[in-house]
Every structure is written in structure tokens, then in C-alpha cells.
T-cell receptor, first 115, second 118 residues
Framework: AQSVTQLGSHVSVSEGALVLLRCNYS??????LFWYVQYPNQGLQLLLK??????LVKGINGFEAEFKKSETSFHLTKPSAHMSDAAEYFC?????????????FGQGTELSVKP | GAVVSQHPSWVICKSGTSVKIECRSL??????MFWYRQFPKQSLMLMAT?????????EQGVEKDKFLINHASLTLSTLTVTSAHPEDSSFYIC??????????????FGPGTRLTVT
């Protein structure tokens, strides 16, 4: 069965510092992986996705993630944090085979950005 | 493109009443829609998968008679919380997959509905 683990329920960085949010997955088949962002009382917005093409995936708002099969990881990074990046971030794996593409979400990581 | 709306955005109802939440894909057709529930400071938990023209598939532990899902058209799915109780208070989010999507690319999420049962 597929699963996702996000290491660290809360990450705090200073404005301008590197953002690193960790995600490890477990999947018996080649996974499709996603990072979503959620602002308070809102739905989810897709940041980026990995669908077995390039292992380094660039997304919106300067975020990128690298798929590392050997480490079963899909960590999210951004070189320089902005105050507007403060939000909840979710990593997810898609369960497609015989299950209609439903998403399995990690526990979420709350990112705080200090001025 | 790929906009999903939910209505209402928030609702307060009395214990024992039923409330319906609508999820619409505004600019694409969605054969599959998903309903999630999210408690404060927690992740999204999938409640059910809704397929147009067929019965919804519920996740283990979700009461299908309490959370009625109808997917009557390619652009509309509804979730009805029947005989609501305070423990049903939560943030409900729907998402939709594009009809023309072959691979499981992203789901498009609605803005969510905050349900408070008093």
C-alpha cells in the first residue's frame, strides 16, 4: 500500500533562508507524487508534481522538488523564503492502479517564516 | 482553468438536521470527484470517491448512510450530512479530476466548506 510521511510537523525559517520540507513515500509501484499548499481556511493549491518524467521538478512560487528513488524521497525546497510562503504544506502520493487516482496525504508541515 | 467551487463556504446547522454541500467543476468535466474531511491542524482524510452516474466508494470507517454522496452530472457532486451532530463539525473539501485526464495528474481542489453543528 502507498503511504507518505512528512518529517516535521512544523518548520520555522527566517525570511531569505532556505526552505526544506521533507517527504518520504512508500509505494509498491512507480509513484506519482505531489506537493500542495494550503492557506488558512482555504482549499489546496498544487505546487508541483512528479509523474515519472524529469526527477527535478520545478513548481510555482519558486519551489522545486527532487524525486530520489534510492531514498524514496520527494523533498520540497525553495532557495529563499518569503513571508507569503507561511502556510501548511502537504505531500501526497497518487494511488492510480485500480483505485481511480485517489490521493494519500502526509500529515502536513506548517511553515513559519520569521522576519 | 480547472476551477472547482463549493457551496456554501460555511454553514451552521442545528443538531439533528441535514445539510447539503455542493461541489462544482466550473470549466471542465469531472468523471471523478473526491470528498475529504479535515480537522483543525490535521491532514485531509479521504471520505469517498464519487463517480458520475454510479454509487460512491466510501473509505473504511465512513458511514455511507450518514454522508450521502450524489454525482448526478459531470460537473456536480453533492455531499449531504444527515442528522448532523456536533462531532460532524469539520472542514469539508472536494476535489475533481478532469474527464480527459488519462494519467493521474493533479486533482483540482475546491475552497472548502466549514460546517459547524450546534
Amino acid at each position: 500500500a502507498q503511504s507518505v510521511t512528512q518529517l516535521g510537523s512544523h518548520v520555522s525559517v527566517s525570511e531569505g533562508a532556505l526552505v526544506l520540507l521533507r517527504c518520504n513515500y512508500s509505494s509498491s509501484v512507480p509513484p506519482y507524487l505531489f506537493w500542495y499548499v494550503q492557506y488558512p481556511n482555504q482549499g489546496l493549491q498544487l505546487l508541483l508534481k512528479y509523474t515519472s518524467a524529469a526527477t527535478l521538478v520545478k513548481g510555482i512560487n519558486g519551489f522545486e522538488a527532487e524525486f530520489k528513488k534510492s531514498e524514496t524521497s520527494f523533498h520540497l525546497t525553495k532557495p529563499s523564503a518569503h513571508m507569503s510562503d507561511a502556510a501548511e504544506y502537504f505531500c501526497a502520493v497518487s494511488v492510480f492502479y485500480n483505485q481511480g487516482g485517489k490521493l494519500i496525504f502526509g500529515q502536513g508541515t506548517e511553515l513559519s517564516v520569521k522576519p | 482553468g480547472a476551477v472547482v467551487s463549493q457551496h456554501p463556504s460555511w454553514v451552521i446547522c442545528k443538531s439533528g438536521t441535514s445539510v447539503k454541500i455542493e461541489c462544482r467543476s466550473l470549466d471542465f468535466q469531472a468523471t471523478t470527484m473526491f470528498w475529504y474531511r479535515q480537522f483543525p491542524k490535521q491532514s485531509l482524510m479521504l471520505m469517498a470517491t464519487s463517480n458520475e452516474g454510479s454509487k460512491a466508494t466510501y473509505e473504511q470507517g465512513v458511514e455511507k448512510d450518514k454522508f450521502l454522496i450524489n454525482h448526478a452530472s459531470l460537473t456536480l457532486s453533492t455531499l449531504t450530512v444527515t442528522s448532523a451532530h456536533p462531532e460532524d463539525s469539520s472542514f469539508y473539501i472536494c476535489s475533481a479530476r478532469d474527464f480527459e485526464t488519462v494519467l493521474p495528474t493533479e486533482q483540482y481542489f475546491g475552497p472548502g466548506t466549514r460546517l459547524t453543528v450546534t
